[in-house]
């Protein structure tokens, strides 16, 4: 079930599927780079404004899953008017773009394709991209493709990331918790 929070601004329920901390893992692949599993962190949240703040960091893991160096990070706003869905994110790369695209009829998926890109002369070579972001069985799962000038357009990362539940949200209601909240689970 998705949980609207009373202060979302009320352009923004359609994406409330988005709200929360995620943390999964997946596969990046792209010719020119090594192919290895990263691990993510991904942050949708708002402050009654009609936008989405998004923050994502995802790092290299090791064959045993241990978290390793950094491979990229982006922050952005998301906005919604009807279905269709815009956003604008920095990358750490150096690289600034604006992204359209619709939310599907009836289900929580959205469907991103770069407009504009803007990059500084030290990022990668970059053209272009695609995102498709879904809401499946409470998890969140998404899927980038990726182009530049010397390759066309392709899948280069996707995930699964699930909901991060802060423990206090499921221990709110319960009366007379103590101050550390370690003697309720004794």
Not at 132 to 137: A, I, M, S, T
Not at 141 to 147: F, N
Request: charged share 25%.
């Amino acid at each position: 079930m998705i949980e609207i929070p009373s202060d979302l601004h009320p352009g923004l329920v359609p994406l409330a599927f988005l709200l929360g901390t995620w943390q999964g893992a997946g596969v990046a692949d792209f010719p020119g780079a090594e192919a290895c599993n990263f691990g993510q962190e991904a942050t949708f949240s708002h402050d009654g404004r009609d936008f989405i703040e998004y923050h994502s960091r995802a790092w290299r893991l090791d064959a045993e899953g241990v978290r390793k160096e950094p491979l990229e990070s982006e922050h952005g706003y998301w906005r919604i008017s009807e279905r269709t869905v815009e956003a604008v994110m920095i990358r750490d790369q150096g690289v600034a773009e604006v992204w359209y695209g619709e939310l599907a009829e009836g289900k929580p998926q959205i469907d991103l394709a770069t407009d504009a890109i803007a990059r500084t002369p030290a990022s990668p070579a970059y053209a272009g991209g695609k995102r498709l972001y879904g809401y499946v069985n409470g998890d969140l799962m998404w899927v980038g493709e990726k182009a530049t000038p010397e390759v066309p357009l392709r899948p280069y990362m996707s995930a699964h990331l699930k909901r991060v539940v802060d423990p206090r949200e499921w221990v709110a209601d319960i009366k007379d918790l103590p101050d550390d909240g370690i003697a309720f689970f004794r």
